[in-house]
C-alpha cells in the first residue's frame, strides 16, 4: 500500500522568508502524480501544485515550486517570499493514473504540516 | 466559473440517523470523489464515481453509499450513524483524463 509521510507536524517561517515542507512516499509504481494542498482555517483543501512522476523538471506555480527526487522518494514544497495568507495546513498527497484515462485515481494524504507565517 | 460546490455546510445528527450529503463537480467535470477527514488528520477516500457509477471505493463499510445523477453532480449517504462518523465530508471532482483534483468547502458532520 501506498504510504505518504510528512515528518514536520509544525513549522514556521518569517514574512517574506523562504520555507521548505518535507514530503516522502512509499510506492513500487512507477508512474504517479503527487499533489501538495493548502487548507486553511476555512477547511477548503486548495491545490498548490501537482507533479507527474514522468516528467523530469520540477513543478512552479509563482511563489511555490517543488523539489522532486523520484529516486528518493521525496517530494518538498518551497514557498518562496512567504505571505500571511500562506499560513495553513499543507497537505502532501499520491496519486496513481487510471489505467484506462491516466487520470489521477484516489488521492493518499500525509499527516499535513501546519505552517505558521510571522510578522 | 463555479467551482465545487457542497451542501448543507453543516448538520447535527442523532446516533442510529442517516445523512444525505450533496456535491456539484466544477463546471465540465464528470469525475466525483468523497472524502473523509477526522479532527487533525488527512482526508481519507471513500469512493469515487463516474459515469453514474462507483469505480473505485476505499476502505469504508458498506453503511456509506453514494450516487451520481446524468448531471455529475453527486450524493453521499452514511446510514446507521455512529458517533465517529463526526468528520468533515469533502467532495471533490476532476475530468476523467485529467490530473487536477480540485475540492469543495466541505460538510460538517457532527453526530450526538
Known amino acids: 500500500a501506498q504510504t505518504v509521510t510528512q515528518s514536520q507536524p509544525e513549522m514556521s517561517v518569517q514574512e517574506a522568508e523562504t520555507v521548505t515542507l518535507s514530503c516522502t512516499y512509499d510506492?513500487?509504481?512507477?508512474?504517479?502524480?503527487l499533489f501538495w494542498y493548502k487548507q486553511p482555517p476555512s477547511r477548503q483543501m486548495i491545490l498548490v501544485i501537482r507533479?507527474?512522476?514522468?516528467?523530469?523538471q520540477n513543478a512552479t506555480e509563482n511563489r511555490f515550486s517543488v523539489n522532486f527526487q523520484k529516486a528518493a522518494k521525496s517530494f518538498s514544497l518551497k514557498i518562496s517570499d512567504s505571505q500571511l495568507g500562506d499560513a495553513a495546513m499543507y497537505f502532501c498527497?499520491?496519486?496513481?493514473?487510471?489505467?484506462?484515462?491516466?487520470?489521477?485515481?484516489?488521492?493518499?494524504f500525509g499527516s499535513g504540516t501546519q505552517l505558521t507565517v510571522l510578522p | 466559473d463555479a467551482g465545487v460546490t457542497q451542501s448543507p455546510t453543516h448538520l447535527i445528527k442523532t446516533r442510529g440517523q442517516q445523512v444525505t450529503l450533496r456535491c456539484s463537480p466544477k463546471?465540465?467535470?464528470?469525475?466525483v470523489s468523497w472524502y473523509q477527514q477526522a479532527l487533525g488528520q488527512g482526508p481519507q477516500f471513500i469512493f469515487q464515481?463516474?459515469?453514474?457509477?462507483?469505480?473505485q471505493r476505499g476502505n469504508f463499510p458498506d453503511r456509506f453509499s453514494g450516487h451520481q445523477f446524468p448531471n455529475y453532480s453527486s450524493e453521499l449517504n452514511v446510514n446507521a450513524l455512529l458517533l465517529g462518523d463526526s468528520a468533515l465530508y469533502l467532495c471533490?471532482?476532476?475530468?476523467?483524463?485529467?490530473?487536477?483534483?480540485?475540492f469543495g468547502e466541505g460538510s460538517w458532520l457532527t453526530v450526538v
Open positions: 463546471s465540465g467535470h464528470d469525475t
Open positions: 507533479q507527474e512522476a514522468y516528467k523530469q
Open positions: 510506492t513500487s509504481e512507477s508512474d504517479y502524480y
Open positions: 498527497a499520491y496519486s496513481i493514473p487510471s489505467i484506462s484515462s491516466g487520470s489521477a485515481r484516489q488521492l493518499t
Open positions: 471533490a471532482s476532476s475530468l476523467n483524463r485529467g490530473t487536477a483534483i480540485y
Open positions: 464515481y463516474y459515469e453514474e457509477e462507483e469505480r
